[in-house]
């Protein structure tokens, strides 16, 4: 059990602005703000400029994607499930194929990703994915 001694203020407690009490660390203010806006300008990064479509594997098993540009400048992007990660450079409005040749197996319950640095990933899925035409 804990003894707690109250005491009446003097007229120096009054003058320094009441009874002391334990200052606040200024620091941890200014670290919470700054993670915050990290955090915040994380978030506003624009998509990723890329379109993803699927069709049938013509060898194995399983399906293709296909991730296609919609800009005009050259981009290097990443593609990753949870058992491989690609990184490839897109050139304007082309196309690359990813599947069982390039050691990628996507089923129908795979989900993916693909981004780019600078850009916020796009997260998918097999099943969600338009088919190519």
């Avoid at 009490?21 to 200014?30: C, E, Q």
């Avoid at 703000?33 to 013509?58: D, G, H, M, T, W």
Wanted: aromatic residues 10%.
């Amino acid at each position: 059990m804990a003894l707690v001694v109250k005491r009446q203020m003097t007229v120096d407690d009054v003058r320094r602005g009441g009874l002391m009490r334990p200052k606040m660390n200024n620091r941890v203010p200014m670290v919470i703000v700054a993670l915050v806006l990290v955090f915040a300008c994380s978030a506003f990064k624009p998509n990723v400029p890329v379109e993803c479509y699927r069709r049938a594997s013509i060898f194995g098993q399983g399906y293709v994607i296909i991730v296609k540009s919609k800009t005009s400048s050259t981009l290097s992007l990443w593609i990753k499930t949870e058992e491989k990660t690609a990184n490839f450079t897109l050139e304007p409005h082309k196309s690359q194929n990813f599947g069982w040749l390039e050691g990628f197996h996507f089923g129908d319950n795979t989900s993916y990703s693909v981004g780019a640095e600078g850009y916020s990933p796009l997260d998918l899925s097999v099943e969600k994915t338009s088919r190519w035409d």
